[in-house]
């Protein structure tokens, strides 16, 4: 058996907001190529 090191990664789904951050060009706001995109955050204390 081959004894590889596999630096860490983040898994699938656990930071994809930053693909959602990404701003649309002018070109792409002028063709109407974009999605309008909401966030929510809920602020909750650990009694709710």
């Not at 860490?8 to 706001?29: R, V």
């Amino acid at each position: 058996m081959e004894n590889k090191h596999d630096e860490p990664t983040i898994a699938p789904g656990m930071n994809t907001h930053d693909s959602l951050e990404e701003k649309a060009t002018e070109e792409e706001t002028n063709k109407g190529d974009f999605t309008s995109v909401t966030r929510l955050f809920l602020d909750r204390t650990p009694e709710d």
